[in-house]
């Protein structure tokens, strides 16, 4: 039977450290686990004139931009998506409503070391010597257990909240990915065109996964970590952050580039799968969330890649491949050993 995303991640145990949050609630000054150093690049305000372009994913040229953005950024914002807003304000409603129960509460719904669902820190956290100001919820289908162990007589509106918001950035993600294959020029002048799109299996089934999370008003911002700079692994992400900035971009030659929340817009970017099956015309983008002092930031993120059994490799119209194929399951232990290094792992 094929491997779920969730059982990928078994074999990486982790040690309750590396998931157990802080009690935000009862701490006044940053703690010392949580002080980051000067040279971990906190400080860094870049110039206003640099934005993440602002795709309509109705335009009639979306296939160029959406191109033009995913080879200079790896990112883009994205208009007319066709999500409801009052669904994205309810996510992140029942997202403000987990993160505000208390720590001993929320500790029910602990990721185990060997999970890769519920309460807990980021993944990433393993490998900094230094803490995240930040606290996170994952989801991989139904969240039943897991709500049940937050409330136990009415976890049933937030189950089916996230149902419909994965149901639904599900099928989005797939309309992304066909146009991104444009993007690619899959189908530009040769007969293969449609025939690599759809005979990719890969393409036609998903795994998703949801992830809450939540920054709280930090006292002491300029010596402290969000998240930690990463890429996502999975092929693409689309997210929705609350009114609150935080997430940044690094661009090669600028440095830390902001990326402001646009109103009703989803920020898409690329992630390690499709710097893979665009043989690296598509960067994958590297990027952090710095916190704030008064402002507590939200932010709901969906993964999309392929079945974990499925082989990602470089298009076929590339005729010199950079990567060499890799499952998204063996893709997922070497980025649990070697983080971003997993990449340069794979390079022919
Ligand atoms: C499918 C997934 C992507 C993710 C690991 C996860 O299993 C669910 C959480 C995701 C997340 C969110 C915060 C940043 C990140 C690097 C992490 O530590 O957990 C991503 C993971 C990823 O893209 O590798
Ligand atoms: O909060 C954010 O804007 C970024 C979240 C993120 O990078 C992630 O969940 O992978
Ligand atoms: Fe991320």
């Given at each position: 039977m094929a491997t779920s995303l969730s059982e990928a991640y078994?074999?990486?145990?982790?040690?309750?450290?590396?998931?157990?949050?802080?009690?935000?609630?009862?701490?006044?000054?940053?703690?010392?686990?949580?002080?980051?150093?000067?040279?971990?690049?906190?400080?860094?305000e870049k110039p206003d004139v640099l934005s993440i372009p602002v795709i309509d994913l109705n335009a009639l040229n979306?296939?160029?931009?959406?191109?033009?953005?995913?080879?200079?950024?790896?990112?883009?914002?994205?208009?007319?998506?066709?999500?409801?807003?009052?669904?994205?304000?309810?996510?992140?409603?029942?997202?403000?409503?987990?993160?505000?129960?208390?720590?001993?509460?929320?500790?029910?719904?602990?990721?185990?070391?060997?999970?890769?669902?519920?309460?807990?820190?980021?993944?990433?956290?393993p490998f900094f010597s230094k803490l995240m100001w930040h606290e996170g919820f994952t989801i991989m289908g139904s969240a039943v257990d897991h709500a049940k162990e937050l409330w136990p007589d009415e976890y049933e509106e937030f189950c089916d909240t996230m149902d419909n918001y994965q149901k639904k950035m599900k099928s989005l993600a797939y309309k992304i990915l066909l146009l991104i294959l444009k993007a690619l020029e899959v189908d530009d002048k040769n007969q293969n065109q449609d025939q690599e799109i759809n005979c990719t299996p890969s393409f036609y089934q998903s795994e998703g996964a949801l992830q809450l999370n939540s920054y709280p008003c930090c006292p002491n911002p300029n010596r402290a970590v969000g998240l930690a700079p990463h890429t996502d692994s999975l092929l693409l992400t689309i997210l929705h952050q609350n009114d609150t900035n935080g997430l940044q971009i690094f661009q090669e030659g600028t440095g830390w580039v902001p990326v402001p929340p646009v109103s009703g817009a989803l920020v898409v970017n690329m992630g390690d799968l499709m710097h893979i099956i665009s043989n690296a015309h598509f960067p994958t983008v590297y990027h952090r969330v710095v916190p704030n002092e008064t402002r507590h930031r939200f932010s709901i993120a969906y993964f999309y890649g392929p079945p974990t059994d499925s082989i990602i490799a470089p298009l076929s119209k590339f005729q010199i491949p950079c990567f060499r194929p890799v499952t998204l399951k063996e893709y997922i232990s070497l980025k649990s050993k070697h983080l971003e290094k997993a990449l340069t792992l794979l390079r022919n």
């Open positions: 078994r074999d990486t145990t982790l040690q309750l450290k590396h998931i157990i949050p802080l009690d935000f609630d009862s701490i006044h000054d940053l703690p010392e686990s949580h002080v980051w150093t000067t040279k971990d690049n906190l400080l860094s979306a296939t160029e931009l959406v191109r033009n953005a995913c080879q200079k950024w790896g990112m883009f914002h994205l208009i007319n998506h066709g999500i409801p807003l009052r669904l994205v304000e309810e996510v992140e409603e029942h997202a403000r409503r987990l993160f505000g129960l208390p720590l001993e509460r929320k500790l029910k719904a602990l990721r185990s070391p060997s999970g890769a669902t519920g309460y807990g820190v980021a993944r990433i956290s």
